[in-house]
């Protein structure tokens, strides 16, 4: 069974996605045989590499909100992802566009790592202040999963996966995913979002069944 999953790395929904749905996996019992696949897409391929202002600053600009909802937006969801495990520093957090992360991404997917691969690099960006947009930060996340740090460089200092991070956009537009994180399953059944656990349960349930 496949399950391909369309996020992006600073999308703090997706992170949370991907955790309950690692949960659902982990007590589904066919889960050996589950395949992921992991897709990208730019939540805004014109944001600049490198951005100064602070993730609140962003919300405030992009959404129209007022400082006191932008800091009660990052509150509400810094708790959800606690309720996973996962610590939120969103305060620290440094944004920046992601096509570099998503083309290692691919080149880590080459190599078997791409699961080791997002997870820190969502870790990095979500809890340790990663400037997701600044290659050499990008470069020395690689050997924490075998990859060496020339290998990454080679490819960020190429044109390598652009092509491949641009597929899975176009595929993307042809389901009609507009937000992420949005998970498919043997192309069948869609879950959009980061649903509960007990509903990615049952799409894989249900998906196994069909």
């Not at 496949?2 to 949960?23: A, H, L, N, T």
């Not at 192309?187 to 349930?205: C, D, N, R, T």
Request: a negative charge.
């Amino acid at each position: 069974m496949q399950v391909e999953i369309w996020s992006d790395m600073i999308c703090p929904w997706c992170y949370i996605g991907k955790r309950r749905f690692e949960m659902a996996l982990a007590n589904f019992a066919h889960r050996d045989q589950v395949n992921i696949i992991w897709r990208s897409f730019e939540l805004d391929p014109n944001f600049p590499t490198h951005y100064s202002e602070s993730l609140a600053t962003l919300l405030i600009t992009k959404y129209g909100v007022s400082p006191e909802q932008a800091t009660t937006m990052n509150v509400r969801v810094s708790a959800l992802a606690e309720e996973l495990g996962l610590a939120y520093r969103l305060n620290l957090a440094r944004p920046g566009n992601t096509l570099d992360a998503h083309r290692l991404l691919h080149f880590y997917a080459s190599k078997n790592q791409a699961d080791q691969a997002i997870e820190a690099i969502m870790h990095g960006y979500f809890s340790e202040s990663l400037a997701i947009g600044d290659r050499e930060s990008l470069i020395k996340l690689a050997p924490t999963f075998g990859v060496s740090e020339a290998g990454a460089r080679t490819v960020l200092e190429s044109d390598q996966f652009i092509s491949e991070v641009r597929a899975d956009e176009a595929q993307a537009a042809q389901l009609g995913i507009s937000g992420v994180p949005a998970f498919y399953i043997d192309g069948k059944i869609a879950v959009s979002g980061a649903q509960s656990v007990e509903e990615f349960s049952q799409a894989l349930e249900k998906a196994w069944a069909a």
